[in-house]
T-cell receptor, first 105, second 118 residues
Framework: GIQVEQSPPDLILQEGANSTLRCNFS?????LQWFHQNPWGQLINLFY???GTKQNGRLSATTVATERYSLLYISSSQTTDSGVYFC???????FGKGTRLHILP | DTEVTQTPKHLVMGMTNKKSLKCEQH?????MYWYKQKAKKPPELMFV???????INESVPSRFSPECPNSSLLNLHLHALQPEDSALYLC?????????????????FGPGTRLTVL
């Protein structure tokens, strides 16, 4: 099956900093999503982005399907951005292990 | 309304109990999903319903029994669970499906049911 690798596994940043999270996948995919899971467990869909670039406020994402990776950019981090960021791919919605982000005030 | 609701929020049950988890959405979505998530791990897909028919079963033990009574409602019936089944159970929905029965667009997740099996 498809392997999904996310990096870095952990990230600690000061409020206001920018960050880039990466998702690599081992085979071509028709679907890719980025999620944020808050400390209470709620998963929020950030982007559905099988290819191309999308932006939503301080967040943007780019997927280069031919090179099998996706990037999530977070600018001007806020403490509410803390949590785990997952990418999920393929018809069977395979999740990566996530990047745990902690924003310090 | 982009909300998926799940009840109960918390559930504690013994290994001999029978209980059910409930999930509801009113977005007109035709694909619904159950996931299991252990602490500090990613969600793992259990079942997918597409147009009220079971389209994916990820080799889940028979002590978990899904049911989709209508396009808005998804249940997960639990019986004779083991302590290792303790986890966060998440429900999700999406508008479309692929030929394989999986998702084809944005998924919306409920808040989950935190299950403890004693």
């Amino acid at each position: 099956g498809i392997q999904v690798e996310q990096s870095p596994p952990d990230l600690i940043l000061q409020e206001g900093a920018n960050s880039t999270l990466r998702c690599n996948f081992s085979d071509s995919v028709n679907n890719l999503q980025w999620f944020h899971q808050n400390p209470w467990g709620q998963l929020i869909n950030l982007f559905y982005i099988p290819s191309g670039t999308k932006q939503n406020g301080r967040l943007s994402a780019t997927t280069v399907a031919t090179e099998r990776y996706s990037l999530l950019y977070i600018s001007s981090s806020q403490t509410t951005d803390s949590g785990v960021y997952f990418c999920a791919v393929d018809d069977k919605i395979i999740f990566g292990k996530g990047t745990r982000l902690h924003i310090l005030p | 309304d982009t909300e998926v609701t799940q009840t109960p929020k918390h559930l504690v049950m013994g290994m001999t109990n029978k209980k059910s988890l409930k999930c509801e959405q009113h977005m007109g979505h035709r694909a619904m999903y159950w996931y299991k998530q252990k602490a500090k791990k990613p969600p793992e897909l259990m079942f997918v319903y597409s147009y009220e028919k079971l389209s994916i079963n990820e080799s889940v033990p028979s002590r978990f029994s899904p049911e989709c009574p209508n396009s808005s409602l998804l249940n997960l019936h639990l019986h004779a669970l083991q302590p290792e089944d303790s986890a966060l159970y998440l429900c999700a929905s999406s508008q479309g499906r692929t030929l394989a029965g999986g998702f084809s667009d944005t998924q919306y997740f409920g808040p989950g049911t935190r299950l403890t099996v004693l």
